[in-house]
């Protein structure tokens, strides 16, 4: 029943743009993707479905499912990630400072972590079907020394944010907060977290920051192909415990990634794109 579906919203034309210069990685869109296995697709866009049967019958499994879109609504976000002439996905510019900062009218979100975390690895592999935009990965910690705007269109804006903890720029508070408490179409910060070490002290430091903001959050996991079952789910446990019982502002849902296998990639497109109004969700008797 789930190629069925699969194939029903993967008819040929669902692209919407030319073959670009450099190769698209084979699992950066949907499309791709359906030429696995059933299981292995429902792993790639529900990485939480490959860990729910080693967890204990009494864990509530609610909070790991408010966001659980069709799988139209995941190639309609997808579309949005393809760059053409009249929806161009391109790099804008950077910021050492608030007064730097351009002033951009459409929504935006920004992605905060621990320096090492995989941020930009993560969105790299987001704008992975436009492989021709220069997401610069760099295996040395503490790479990204300033605040990198990505436009999508006139649809949203990400912004690749410096990493904090070993080797953050030394002006980061002065650099990142005035952003946070002041950007007025800042729609969501992603904070995100090493799944296969858990929360840092640093990371908790950054909870409370984003707490202080109130503005709305949510927690990825990233690296969930760096460690086993066990640990990954020890770590997520405890990481659910902290959000349910010290944040407020947080979105009670973490997203599971693999910048590396593509595990949660296409879902985590679709929040983006939901939360900032790109496209209206058509089932949302899941959510």
């Known amino acids: 029943m789930f190629c069925l579906h699969l194939s029903r919203w993967l008819q040929p034309g669902t692209q919407v743009c030319c073959v670009p210069r450099r190769s698209v990685h084979k699992l950066a869109s949907v499309q791709k993707a359906k030429l696995l296995s059933p299981k292995k697709v429902q792993s790639l866009l529900y990485p939480f479905s490959e860990l729910e049967a080693y967890l204990d019958r009494s864990v509530d499994r609610t909070q790991f499912q408010h966001?659980?879109?069709?799988?139209?609504d995941i190639?309609?976000?997808?579309?949005?990630?393809?760059?053409?002439?009249?929806?161009?996905?391109?790099?804008?510019t950077s910021a050492e400072r608030m007064d730097h900062v351009p002033s951009l009218n459409p929504p935006e979100v920004c992605f905060i972590g621990r320096s090492n975390v995989g941020k930009s690895s993560l969105i790299k592999a987001l704008f992975s079907l436009t492989p021709e935009l220069e997401v610069r990965v760099s295996k040395t910690p503490g790479h990204t020394k300033?605040?990198?705007?990505?436009?999508?269109?006139?649809?949203f804006t990400v912004v690749d944010m410096p990493g904090y903890g070993h080797r953050a720029p030394k002006d980061f508070v002065d650099m990142v907060e005035p952003?946070?408490?002041?950007?007025?179409n800042l729609v969501r910060m992603f904070l995100l977290v090493d799944g296969s070490v858990g929360l840092q002290d640093a990371d908790l430091i950054a909870l409370e920051m984003c707490e202080e903001i109130r503005r709305p959050y949510v927690i990825v996991v990233t690296k969930i192909d760096k460690c086993g079952y066990g640990t990954l789910l020890t770590?997520?446990?405890?990481?659910?415990?902290?959000?349910k019982t010290h944040t407020t502002s947080c979105f009670p849902q973490p997203f599971l990634v693999s910048s590396l296998h593509f595990w949660g990639i296409y879902l985590l497109r679709c929040f983006i794109t939901h939360v900032?109004?790109?496209?209206?969700?058509?089932?949302?008797?899941?959510c």
């Open 235 to 243: 770590n997520l446990m405890n990481l659910q415990d902290v959000v």
């Open 179 to 184: 952003y946070l408490y002041t950007r007025k």
């Open 75 to 92: 190639v309609k976000a997808e579309k949005l990630f393809y760059s053409s002439p009249s929806h161009k996905i391109d790099y804008y």
């Open 67 to 72: 966001f659980h879109p069709s799988l139209e």
């Open 146 to 155: 300033k605040m990198n705007f990505f436009r999508v269109g006139r649809a």
């Open 276 to 286: 900032t109004g790109s496209i209206s969700l058509t089932d949302t008797t899941q």
